[in-house]
């Protein structure tokens, strides 16, 4: 798999793919086994694009495809992002129900 660089160690080295994700990132692919991540907004209207800087990937909001067919990661590798990802948003909602459940609990225990 690739690992990720910034734009200045990529210089010099051949441009060999890239892709766009759903939330406003572009990702691409270098000789040697590299790859960066820039963020960037498409112009209004038009078929092109302003870099808005360097990122880290988020890999969860590009089309898996891309992502393996680039060699940036597995479907396996994404599989365990996704199950990761999905846990954190479980714990999140669950502290998130608790804490409404207490202060209700506060509210009407107390009338």
């Not at 910034?6 to 990702?27: N, P």
């Not at 909001?61 to 590798?77: A, K, P, Q, T, W």
């Amino acid at each position: 798999m690739r690992r990720e660089v910034s734009l200045g160690e990529a210089i010099g080295r051949t441009l060999e793919g890239y892709a766009f994700s759903h939330y406003w990132q572009a990702v691409l692919t270098f000789s040697g086994g590299a790859f960066a991540t820039l963020g960037v907004v498409q112009k209004e209207n038009e078929d092109s694009f302003n870099m808005l800087g360097e990122e880290e990937l988020d890999a969860l909001h590009f089309n898996d495809r891309e992502l393996v067919r680039l060699g940036i990661l597995s479907f396996e590798e994404l599989g365990i992002l996704d199950r990761e990802a999905r846990l954190q948003r479980e714990e999140a909602e669950e502290h998130r129900e608790r804490n409404e459940y207490e202060r209700l609990k506060l509210k009407y225990d107390n009338k």
